[in-house]
């Protein structure tokens, strides 16, 4: 339930605060003065369309803030705190700034939020029913969704099904349709595949090859190189009686220099690790002398292993320029291509399993279909004789509203109790509302066979029945009682207060009549002085209510026939509803 709404900067709206409360709350006020601001307020309060034109001139940015009172420990408080928004015990506090450059900030329990969330978390909670609302029922797809909404869970249940399953069939239509059309890419495709995979296999690369091959053609190539540093190392740490000219090796000079400390170590600690240092060091020196003269044995000079070496860089070479990329690369389009050509050899096997399950998802849709048709018709008649029972107290006693569901024959549809129907999204129905305006006159769509008068009450009626079964606890009605006047805005008002028994309502309202039902009622007040227009709000008193309604019956507040005419309106609701509890 809304608890209160400030509104600043929107429009002529100046700084206003509506004060709301359970039941039915109307807002009245002269032409100009701003009615329309709330709804937009409203509007903007549950997520909608940010208009920098709604910017009062000259204050740069509007604010709408509201609190709803909901559960600390319900599911729209869980979603707030999901969001990283608080949600006390007095209520949540919802707000919408906009710029005058038409930008627009969200705020839900004191966190900044895309609008979106502010729209998902009042989705629940307000309902706007306006004069637009009323136009877009006038269209077919608005039509069924208004069935589809009074028919509840009957269409809801097998609908989701349904959609689930349309989803699905398009998605696998759509797979279906690529293998078929692009049958002959496909095949170009794979041969292209095959010829490059067929190259790299006759190649046979393997991950790191060309690295340790370069390494190996170094060797090779310099292998003399090698063996004379290696050698040349090895006789300058240590000298070889055989060759040379007797000159102590670098390991025989530091054995010489071990054992001289040696003899000594014994008198002084230190000297003692020194000489273990210089042990340490000549083993160390007679193993790297012992690897240098491993290593020079090792080195080969083999023409036939370099020429092959070679052979294989150029092949690998080769193919790293047909790819354009080196031999990771390579390796990693052949992994690729792999795949790629399972799934392309696969197409005549995937496409029977896709057949296979298109066929199934028709036959699932058709069987959903007829449910949703059922229910549809059902709640047809349903929805019908509701609008009627409406109608009978809008000063339409003899007429009816018939809600028909029809199908449409296409060879490329669904099966449907032995038919092809066409279908989509929402199933194989459409829906339109017919006005049948007395006994007797053929059934015509409702925009046709009705006045303005009659349109208006006709989906005036339409809107209570929806509203009824509507499961949000604040609805708001935005001049719905246009074109009614007389003994038919009487009941409009009645219908309105009966709602409210139920339902928070907030009704922009013209009719004196309406008015009188109200369990609060706001007026918006304009003041202009010369150059600039303000309004403001405020809430009346009894007295202030039947100076209002004097002014609504007659244009001036003070007329005593307009007066004890409010009076009469006053005492008839105050009656009405009495008798109502």
């Not at 998802?361 to 509701?386: H, Q």
């Amino acid at each position: 339930m809304l608890e209160e709404i400030r509104i600043r900067g929107l429009g002529v709206i100046d700084d206003a605060v509506l004060e709301l409360a359970p039941g039915l709350t109307v807002v009245s006020g002269e032409t100009g003065a701003g009615k329309t601001m709330i709804v937009q307020g409203l509007g903007l309060l549950t997520g909608g369309r940010a208009d920098a034109g709604l910017v009062r001139p000259g204050v740069g940015r509007a604010f709408v803030d509201g609190r709803l009172v909901t559960p600390a420990d319900g599911p729209v408080a869980e979603r707030v705190r999901d969001a990283g928004g608080e949600c006390d015990d007095d209520g949540l506090i919802i707000g919408r700034t906009v710029t005058a450059e038409g930008r627009s900030r969200a705020h839900v329990g004191g966190r900044s939020v895309p609008a979106s969330l502010l729209a998902e978390i009042t989705d629940g909670l307000i309902a706007v029913h306006g004069q637009s609302d009323q136009q877009r029922l006038l269209r077919a797809g608005e039509q069924r969704a208004a069935l589809d909404r009074f028919a509840d869970v009957a269409v809801a249940r097998p609908l989701t099904a349904y959609t689930a399953a349309y989803t699905r069939l398009r998605t696998v239509s759509a797979q279906l349709a690529e293998i078929t059309e692009r049958a002959r890419e496909r095949s170009a495709e794979a041969e292209l595949l095959r010829s490059g995979l067929a190259e790299i296999e006759r190649v046979d690369p393997h991950p790191g090859e060309d690295t340790a091959l370069e390494t190996e053609l170094r060797r090779l190539e310099h292998a003399e190189t090698l063996v004379q540093a290696a050698s040349s190392a090895h006789a300058v740490l240590v000298s070889d009686p055989a060759f040379g000219d007797g000159t102590p090796g670098a390991a025989d000079l530091l054995g010489t220099a071990n054992r001289m400390v040696a003899v000594q170590a014994s008198l002084d600690p230190d000297l003692s690790a020194l000489s273990d240092r210089l042990h340490e060091v000549g083993m160390l020196l007679a193993d790297v002398a012992a690897d240098l003269a491993s290593y020079a044995a090792g080195i080969e000079s083999d023409p036939g292993r370099l020429a092959a070496a070679q052979s294989r860089k150029a092949a690998l070479a080769g193919l790293a320029r047909a790819h354009g990329t080196d031999l990771a690369g390579v390796l990693a389009w052949a992994e690729k291509a792999g795949r790629r050509l399972l799934e392309l050899d696969s197409d005549a096997d995937r496409s029977g399993a896709l057949t296979s399950e298109r066929d199934a998802l028709v036959a699932e849709l058709g069987e959903r279909a007829t449910e949703i048709s059922m229910a549809r018709r059902a709640a047809a008649d349903r929805f019908a004789a509701a609008v009627a029972a409406e109608l009978a107290g809008l000063a339409m006693p003899r007429a009816r509203v018939e809600a028909v569901v029809s199908q449409r024959a296409d060879l490329v549809g669904i099966p449907v109790d032995g038919r092809l129907l066409a279908y989509g999204p929402t199933g194989v129905d459409e829906v339109e509302l017919r006005l049948v305006p007395h006994p007797g006159a053929p059934a015509r769509p409702v925009h046709k066979g009705a006045s303005g008068g009659e349109l208006s009450r006709i989906m005036l009626a339409i809107e209570v029945v929806l509203a009824a079964a509507d499961t949000t606890t604040t609805m708001v009605f935005d001049e719905v009682d246009a074109g009614v006047g007389g003994r038919a805005a009487v009941e409009v008002g009645r219908r309105l207060a009966r709602l409210a028994r139920t339902h928070q309502v907030i009704c922009i309202t013209h009719l004196p009549q309406v008015a009188a039902f109200a369990d609060r009622h706001l007026v918006v007040r304009k003041a202009d002085d010369g150059s600039v227009t303000r309004s403001g709000v405020l809430t009346l008193d009894d007295s202030g209510r039947v100076r209002e309604l004097s002014r609504m019956l007659a244009g001036v507040e003070e007329s005593p026939l307009a007066r004890g005419h409010a009076e009469e309106l006053l005492a008839n609701a105050a009656a009405d509803k009495k008798a109502a509890d």
